[in-house]
């Protein structure tokens, strides 16, 4: 599975979760990087911290990437 495709895989998921204390928590991580995060998570951000800005795909929203075929 690409970057790409496992992002999407993210974003799907975040956009579809009901529950307010999960989302306080994603936020939590976001918003405290000096707090312990997963392994997965510290390799995901290592990788899009190292992305040429070239190479990235430019978007204003969610919505527009979920909907690119």
Known sequence: MTIEQRK???????T????EDL????EDFRNNPDE???N???EL???S???KLE???EHTSAHKLLGRK
């Open 45 to 47: 951000l290592h990788e």
């Open 49 to 51: 911290s190292s992305a």
């Open 55 to 57: 190479d990235c795909i």
């Open 16 to 19: 579809g979760i009901q529950n």
């Open 8 to 14: 999407l895989e993210l974003i799907t998921w975040i």
């Open 36 to 38: 312990k995060l997963p």
């Open 23 to 26: 989302l306080e928590r994603i």
């Open 40 to 42: 997965t998570i510290l």
